[in-house]
Structures are given as structure tokens and as C-alpha cells.
């Protein structure tokens, strides 16, 4: 992917764990590297469709003032996920935070810290059997979205499935979301896990009746064993209701364990 690139951006902020970094402050070097697509910038010659250098150093520098934090890797932290956040051509940063005046007691160059984050592609499969089905899952979805760092991107059609486990309840209405996320799997997990609960979801029957369900089919190509989730989720390709809808927004997707695409996971479901 394409760059831009700031290097060493000087800039006098208030940062450190010390009361007199927070009170006479200290230089800061911060360099950058933006990950976008530049392609339309070099076409057309035109500053619209790039970002402006000028102006982000002078963003970066507002932002890097704007608050005093005793760690430097906090202040990284918030600076790339402004970055991230106020541009939406931008999918990755790459920062490094330099402190020359650093109160060590030894001579060095400097400290720094470098962080890199970027704009992760989740699937979420929902499903509700209790209540105003339809309005469950489109609560959530708002949910979902209230979250600064989470964007549904797209919604696939919902389906009317029957229930498979534990059969002695209401049928299901089904459908999956692509969600844009800054969220580490596990605060993911987390914040799904909220909604489920501020929608009233209770874990009394396994696979039993639920006003919302929320689980994490699949993320970028990350394969883990966390012991919150599982991820690849460890049934999807089981189950025809996950399947069928996630193929309508991601049919191409190539499931990073089974290596197929979901189209043809689907298609062997549907044969069972």
C-alpha cells in the first residue's frame, strides 16, 4: 500500500509520569507513516484526493497538545486512533513518538515508543428468537455503532431459520455484519458481549431462546484460541443460518483454516 511520510515533527507538549514534565513540558519527536491509496492523487493531480501534509502536521500537533498523559505509549495510542478516525481514506499508521529529554539519568539519544494500528475487517453473525426479532437486530446493529472505534459496513438479508440444539423454542431470524474495527479481538469480544446484555440476552439453555446473539465469525485472517472465543468461529462452516447470509455481503471470503471460500462452505452445508 502506499505511504506518506512525516519524520521527526517537533513538537512541545506537556507529557510524563514526573509533575514538572507536565508543568515545564519538553520537546517531542513524532515521525508517521500513513498507509493509503495514492493512486487517485497521482492521476489527477489533485490535493483533494490526498492528504494534505501540511495540514496533518498541524493536526498531529493540536492533538499531541491537547491532553497531558504521564506515558508516551498513551499518547501514541490516541494519536494514531485520531488519525484513523478523522480520515477515512487512511487504513493504517505507523507512528513513532521520540522523547530526547527523557528523565533517565543516562545518556542517551532518546527514548521513544512506535505503535502501529490500522482499520481491522470483522463478521459478525446475529441472531434473535425472542420478542420483535427484526428490531433486536437492528438495535444492535445502532449498538454497534455508537462505538467510536466500530462501523457496520454492511448488513446482509436476514432469514428465518429453525433452531438446531436445543429445539423447543421460537424460530430464529438470522443475518451477519461486516463491521470496520480498531478493536483488539478481546475488547471486541467485550463490547459484543455488552450489547447482549443491554438487550436483556440471558445464558440460562445452551443454544436456547435469546433476544440477541453475537459472535465473531471471523477476523482479518487471525486464527486464536482465546479462551473468551474461538476465532475462526469453530462451527460456521456447520451451519447453514451463519453460512447463508455471510455469503450474500462475503461470498469471496476464504475461511483461513478450511481454506474455502464461503460460497462453497454454503453450498456444502445446504447438502447435508
Request: charged share 30%.
Amino acid at each position: 500500500m502506499d505511504k506518506i511520510y512525516i519524520e521527526d515533527l517537533e513538537v512541545y507538549a506537556f507529557h510524563g509520569v514526573n509533575q514538572e514534565e507536565k508543568n515545564m513540558g519538553q520537546r517531542f519527536f513524532i515521525s508517521v507513516q500513513v498507509y493509503l491509496d495514492l493512486s487517485p492523487a497521482g492521476i489527477s493531480d489533485d490535493l483533494t484526493k490526498t492528504i494534505s501534509y501540511a495540514q496533518l502536521c498541524v493536526e498531529i500537533e493540536e492533538e499531541f497538545k491537547k491532553s497531558k498523559y504521564d506515558l508516551i505509549e498513551k499518547a501514541a495510542e490516541e494519536l494514531a486512533k485520531f488519525m484513523l478516525l478523522k480520515y477515512e481514506t487512511i487504513k493504517r499508521v505507523k507512528l513513532m513518538i521520540k522523547k530526547p529529554w527523557a528523565p533517565i539519568g543516562k545518556p542517551i539519544k532518546y527514548a521513544a515508543v512506535e505503535v502501529d494500528r490500522k482499520w481491522h475487517t470483522v463478521y459478525i453473525g446475529v441472531g434473535s428468537n425472542i420478542g420483535n426479532k427484526e428490531d433486536n437486530i437492528e438495535q444492535a446493529i445502532k449498538k454497534i455503532n455508537l462505538s467510536k472505534l466500530t462501523r457496520v459496513t454492511k448488513v446482509a438479508n436476514m432469514y428465518v431459520t429453525k433452531p438446531v440444539g436445543y429445539t423447543d423454542q421460537d424460530d430464529f431470524l438470522n443475518t451477519a455484519l461486516e463491521v470496520k474495527t480498531l478493536l483488539h479481538p478481546k475488547d471486541l469480544i467485550n463490547l459484543l458481549l455488552g450489547i447482549e446484555k443491554e438487550l436483556k440476552r440471558e445464558r440460562i439453555i445452551k443454544w436456547g431462546p435469546r433476544t440477541i446473539d453475537l459472535d465473531i465469525l471471523l477476523y482479518d485472517n487471525l486464527i486464536t484460541d482465546f479462551e473468551e472465543a474461538i476465532i475462526p468461529h469453530p462451527r460456521m462452516h456447520e451451519r447453514n443460518f451463519v453460512l447463508k447470509p455471510l455469503s450474500d455481503i462475503a461470498p469471496y471470503l476464504i475461511h483461513p483454516i478450511l481454506n474455502k471460500r464461503i460460497y462453497q462452505l454454503r453450498d456444502e452445508s445446504e447438502k447435508k
